[in-house]
C-alpha cells in the first residue's frame, strides 16, 4: 500500500514562500504520475499542479501558474510544491495525490485519476 506523507505547510503572510513536501513509502514513484490538489472547507477540492514521471512535463493550474512550480526527485521518492507569491487566496489544505497507472484517462484535474493521496498539510496565507 503506498503511503504519501505531506510537509512544508504552515503561516505566511501575502506575498511571501513555501515549499510543501511529499514523501512516499512503499514503491516507488518514479513510473506514477504526481500532483498536488488543495480544499478548502466547504469548497470542491481543486487541482493545482501534476508532473509527469519523466519530471520534465508539468500541469499548471491557472490560478498557480507562473507562481507555484511542481517538482520532484524520483531519487529519493519525493515530490515538491514551491510557493511564491501567496496570495490569502491561496489558504487551503494541501493534498499530494499518485496516479499509479502512469498515464491518464481522462483530464489530469480530475480526482478520479488519482489512486493515492496523502492526509493533507494546511497552509494558510495572512493578508
Known amino acids: 500500500q503506498e503511503q504519501l506523507v505531506e510537509s512544508g505547510g504552515g503561516l505566511v503572510q501575502a506575498g511571501g514562500s513555501l515549499k510543501l513536501s511529499c514523501a512516499a513509502s512503499?514503491?516507488?514513484?518514479?513510473?506514477?504520475?504526481m500532483a498536488w490538489f488543495r480544499q478548502v472547507p466547504g469548497k470542491e477540492r481543486e487541482f493545482v499542479a501534476a508532473i509527469l514521471p519523466n519530471g520534465v512535463t508539468t500541469y499548471p493550474a491557472d490560478s498557480v501558474k507562473g507562481r507555484f512550480t511542481i517538482s520532484r526527485d524520483n531519487a529519493k521518492n519525493t515530490v515538491a510544491l514551491q510557493m511564491n507569491s501567496l496570495k490569502p487566496e491561496d489558504t487551503a489544505v494541501y493534498y499530494c495525490?499518485?496516479?499509479?497507472?502512469?498515464?491518464?484517462?481522462?483530464?489530469?484535474?480530475?480526482?478520479?485519476?488519482?489512486?493515492?493521496w496523502g492526509q493533507g498539510t494546511q497552509v494558510t496565507v495572512s493578508s
Open positions: 512503499g514503491r516507488t514513484l518514479s513510473t506514477y504520475i
Open positions: 495525490a499518485a496516479n499509479s497507472r502512469g498515464y491518464y484517462t481522462n483530464r489530469a484535474s480530475l480526482g478520479a485519476q488519482y489512486d493515492y
